[in-house]
């Protein structure tokens, strides 16, 4: 059964870093897309970042310029590298990855971690 897991979110100032992970566990193949989106209090979740394939990225307008998402193919592990952060940043950040296997789909989510941004 695959299973992702974030790590590294928190509390952070206005203008600071954070890098969140996300470890998959329970699948030998590469993942097709791998990503985050986040969830704020009384919104809907939106996309962030994500990778597809070996190159391409998509990021929210938002967040163009400060969030870079990278992977470990490898490994299986996704991360997403927040700087310049805003309090507008905040929000419950979720691990999103897609594996496509002999004609099949699967769609799989993390927990979520929280992202607090505030002095």
């Known amino acids: 059964q695959v299973q992702l897991e974030e790590s590294g979110g928190g509390l952070m100032q206005p203008g600071g870093s954070l890098r969140l992970k996300c470890v998959t566990s329970?699948?030998?193949?590469?993942?097709?897309?791998m990503g985050w989106y986040r969830q704020a209090p009384g919104k809907e979740r939106e996309l962030v970042a994500e990778?597809?394939?070996?190159?391409?990225?998509n990021y929210a307008d938002s967040v163009k310029g400060r969030f870079t998402v990278s992977r470990d193919n490898i490994r299986n592990t996704v991360y997403l590298q927040m700087d310049s952060l805003k309090p507008e940043d905040t929000a419950v950040y979720f691990c999103?990855?897609?594996?496509?296997?002999?004609?099949?789909?699967?769609?799989?989510w993390g927990q979520g971690i929280q992202v607090t941004v505030s002095s």
């Open positions: 999103h990855a897609v594996l496509k296997i002999a004609g099949r789909t699967g769609d799989y």
């Open positions: 329970g699948s030998r193949h590469r993942f097709d897309t």
């Open positions: 990778s597809k394939g070996a190159s391409m990225a």
